[in-house]
């Protein structure tokens, strides 16, 4: 029962250095999520997938790319990592369209910028 | 405009009750959902309303009212393994979650 798996769970970068964090599922589900969670604020949405080969922008997507090349992965990534960028990465995915909504949630990914 | 706001801290005593508000508002309105969320883990599914009332669910009730932009979670006879963050979430018109910033709920013995 693997769920949702996140690698790796932590990592330090320098400024501008780039990394992904890839996020993979094995629940056959159709949509994915990238968040970011800072102290003190709520889950804030990076990007979305709602199918294999699509993206879209999610709360805060600058200076993240994304790709979903196969259904069961979902990659990150940071071109130009900034210190701003310091915080705790979830992956997440839900079964879809007519589903209830409840997402499952991968461990997180730390990340610290120097 | 849309937000959600539910209190950042809240202290209560092991075998009490503890209510956990949320407040939102929103144009459209898919569901209200609540998630647990210990120390350094990741966010685990507790609840989910769509209609108006009471779900419970063992020890955790949740309770939506659509009219007021309203729901709480009810936590009967607190253990500590129930200190966690609760974090409120409602998904809106394009069926996103927006969430809340979460209350960090301590249980004191």
């Known amino acids: 029962n693997a769920g949702v798996t996140q690698t790796p769970k932590f990592r330090v970068l320098k400024t501008g250095q780039s990394m992904t964090l890839l996020c993979a599922q094995d629940?056959?589900?159709?949509?994915m999520y990238w968040y970011r969670q800072d102290p003190g604020m709520g889950l804030r949405l990076i990007h979305y997938?709602?199918?294999?080969?699509?993206?879209a922008k999610g709360e805060v997507p600058d200076g993240y790319n994304v790709s979903r090349l196969k259904k069961q992965n979902f990659l990150l990534g940071l071109e130009s990592a900034a210190p701003s960028q310091t915080s705790v990465y979830f992956c997440?995915?839900?079964?879809?369209?007519?589903?209830?909504?409840?997402?499952?949630f991968g461990e997180g990914s730390r990340l610290t910028v120097l | 405009g849309q937000n959600i706001d539910q209190p950042t801290e809240m202290t209560a005593t092991e075998g009490a009750i503890v209510q956990i508000n949320c407040t939102y508002q929103?144009?459209?309105?898919?569901?209200l959902f609540w998630y647990q969320q210990h120390a350094g883990e990741a966010p685990t599914f507790l609840s989910y309303?769509?209609l108006d009332g009471l779900e419970e669910k063992g020890r955790f009730s949740s309770f939506l009212s659509r009219s007021k932009g309203y729901s709480y979670l009810l936590l009967k006879e607190l253990q500590m393994k129930d200190s966690a963050s609760y974090l409120c979430?409602?998904?809106?018109?394009?069926?996103?979650?927006?969430w809340g910033a979460g209350t960090k709920l301590i249980i004191k013995p």
């Open positions: 997440a995915s839900r079964t879809g369209r007519g589903d209830t909504g409840e997402l499952f």
């Open positions: 629940m056959n589900h159709e949509y």
């Open positions: 997938s709602v199918g294999e080969g699509t993206t």
């Open positions: 929103t144009s459209g309105f898919n569901g």
């Open positions: 309303n769509v």
């Open positions: 979430a409602f998904m809106d018109s394009n069926y996103q979650l927006i």
